[in-house]
């Protein structure tokens, strides 16, 4: 086995990108975060509370620093090797409360979002589940140089589709999200723990941080 290779148990962070504390995504993201621990990975289940933050502002970051909302996601980003988003849709695109927490953590140096896989699912009481947001919620992790994962899984009339237990009441949609679930976790495992290339991985465009050359796998 490689010397760099990963020490212990998967590690993966979970977390509904909804306030409310009865939103469909909190209760889909406690079902992904239950079939992440079912294989023996570490599952992190956090809510969106755990990284309350006011509205990006940059007077306020220059005299106060990073929030603690965003710190805490910030510690929670480098303690996990994944991390899984469910996000509901607004107005066809990403909930604004996501995209300020996103917005504030990518202040941080080193960038705690770069070279991290990242799983995007959905629920919504639409026809279309939330899809659409899912591609607006994208951009700005890819490119923070998250690794997003192909497949995306978005559950529509979400306000029907859970079981008194936190199943899907469709069959098939509960073995579609488990096999999408594997499947991104064989791809995180095949990374984390079987390093085979050296890469210099940038931010983004002009980034002057002066990263190290990494180990990482690239597919």
């Given at each position: 086995?490689?010397?760099?290779?990963?020490?212990?148990?998967?590690?993966?962070?979970?977390?509904?990108?909804?306030?409310?504390?009865?939103?469909?995504?909190?209760?889909?993201?406690?079902?992904?975060?239950?079939?992440?621990?079912?294989?023996?990975?570490?599952?992190?289940?956090?809510?969106?509370?755990?990284?309350?933050?006011?509205?990006?502002?940059?007077?306020?970051?220059?005299?106060?620093?990073?929030?603690?909302?965003?710190?805490?996601?910030?510690?929670?980003?480098?303690?996990?090797?994944?991390f899984v988003i469910s996000s509901p849709e607004y107005n066809a695109s990403m909930p604004g409360v996501l995209k300020n927490t996103i917005d504030w953590v990518s202040r941080v140096q080193p960038?705690?979002?770069?070279?991290?896989?990242?799983?995007?699912?959905?629920?919504?009481?639409?026809?279309?589940?939330?899809?659409?947001?899912?591609?607006?919620?994208?951009?700005?992790?890819?490119?923070?140089?998250?690794?997003?994962?192909?497949?995306?899984?978005?559950?529509?009339?979400?306000?029907?589709?859970?079981?008194?237990?936190?199943?899907?009441?469709?069959?098939?949609?509960?073995?579609?999200?488990?096999?999408?679930?594997?499947?991104?976790?064989?791809?995180?495992?095949?990374?984390?723990?079987?390093?085979?290339?050296?890469?210099?991985?940038?931010?983004?465009?002009?980034?002057?941080?002066?990263?190290?050359?990494?180990?990482?796998?690239?597919?």
């Amino acid at each position: 086995m490689p010397t760099d290779a990963h020490p212990g148990p998967l590690h993966v962070l979970v977390f509904g990108a909804a306030l409310r504390a009865e939103s469909t995504n909190a209760r889909l993201a406690s079902l992904v975060a239950r079939m992440i621990a079912d294989t023996g990975v570490t599952a992190d289940l956090a809510t969106m509370r755990d990284f309350d933050t006011p509205p990006y502002d940059g007077d306020a970051e220059a005299s106060e620093g990073l929030p603690e909302g965003a710190l805490a996601l910030r510690d929670r980003l480098e303690q996990c090797d994944a991390f899984v988003i469910s996000s509901p849709e607004y107005n066809a695109s990403m909930p604004g409360v996501l995209k300020n927490t996103i917005d504030w953590v990518s202040r941080v140096q080193p960038q705690p979002f770069k070279t991290k896989h990242a799983l995007l699912v959905s629920a919504s009481p639409s026809l279309v589940g939330g899809n659409r947001g899912l591609w607006a919620l994208r951009v700005p992790l890819e490119h923070l140089g998250t690794r997003v994962y192909p497949d995306m899984f978005s559950l529509a009339k979400a306000h029907q589709g859970f079981t008194e237990d936190g199943m899907l009441t469709d069959s098939g949609l509960q073995e579609r999200l488990a096999e999408t679930v594997a499947a991104f976790l064989r791809l995180v495992e095949a990374d984390v723990r079987y390093v085979c290339l050296q890469r210099r991985w940038y931010e983004f465009p002009g980034d002057r941080t002066e990263a190290p050359v990494t180990q990482r796998a690239e597919d």
